[in-house]
């Protein structure tokens, strides 16, 4: 019997929110084991219920602006007029320790990923292993009933996700692979047959 390893893959996923991502990416690392969420930073305040260093690393301005200065972010944007970033530790680590990781950040910091793995020769050995996929709503307006009714964020704050998401939507083209989410169990199907299959892809990249 042939016993084929794999290489760790970096899966970037973006969708402007109510889109279903959350959903869809809970669903596939609940349903695989070998995949870990990249903890974000961010210098928005908690959510109910959301815990420091699982959901987020929650940091203030400055200590934000530290890590800006000392070149720790793998990416950082402003989303929503809070600030998010990815530091290189957090997905050199998981990698590192046989992980697949998945990202979910928005469509700056995807852009500023794959312009990184181009041409930052320290990120090269990542650039096979990279995945990115887009998942986008319906519609617009699918969008805004979505936003209203799982009653998360108040009207000002949907408001605001609104006006960002018809610029997101503009970037689908910019992934490797884009599901529409009309259908949940089907978007699902779609996203593990993509999980499959890149994992066949990436077994060539192992030593
Ligand atoms: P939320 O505040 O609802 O958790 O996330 C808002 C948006 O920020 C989502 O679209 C999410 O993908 C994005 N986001 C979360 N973490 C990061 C990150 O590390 N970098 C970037 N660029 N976006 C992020």
Not at 18 to 43: H, N, Q, W
Not at 67 to 82: D, K
Not at 100 to 126: C, K, N, S, Y
Not at 135 to 146: E, K, V
């Amino acid at each position: 019997m042939i016993t084929v390893k794999r290489h760790p893959m970096l899966w970037v996923v973006s969708a402007p929110s109510g889109a279903g991502k959350t959903t869809l990416c809970d669903r596939l690392v609940a349903d695989e084991d070998t995949i870990t969420y990249s903890v974000s930073c961010t210098t928005r305040a908690p959510r109910a219920g959301e815990i420091d260093g699982k959901s987020y690393f929650f940091l203030s301005e400055s200590a934000f602006d530290a890590r800006v200065a000392t070149g720790e972010f793998l990416e950082h944007a402003v989303v929503h007029g809070n600030r998010y970033g990815t530091l290189v530790r957090t997905v050199r680590d998981a990698m590192a320790a046989g992980r697949d990781v998945l990202m979910d950040i928005d469509v700056q910091g995807a852009a500023q990923i794959r312009a990184a793995l181009a041409f930052d020769t320290a990120l090269a050995d990542l650039r096979a292993a990279y995945v990115d996929i887009f998942i986008a709503p319906p519609s617009l307006r699918d969008l805004q009933l979505r936003l209203w009714g799982r009653g998360q964020d108040d009207e000002a704050v949907i408001e605001k996700r609104l006006a960002g998401a018809a610029d997101e939507l503009g970037h689908w083209r910019d992934y490797q692979y884009v599901i529409v989410n009309d259908q949940l169990e089907t978007s699902y199907r779609t996203l593990h047959a993509i999980w499959t299959a890149e994992c066949r892809r990436t077994q060539r990249l192992a030593d």
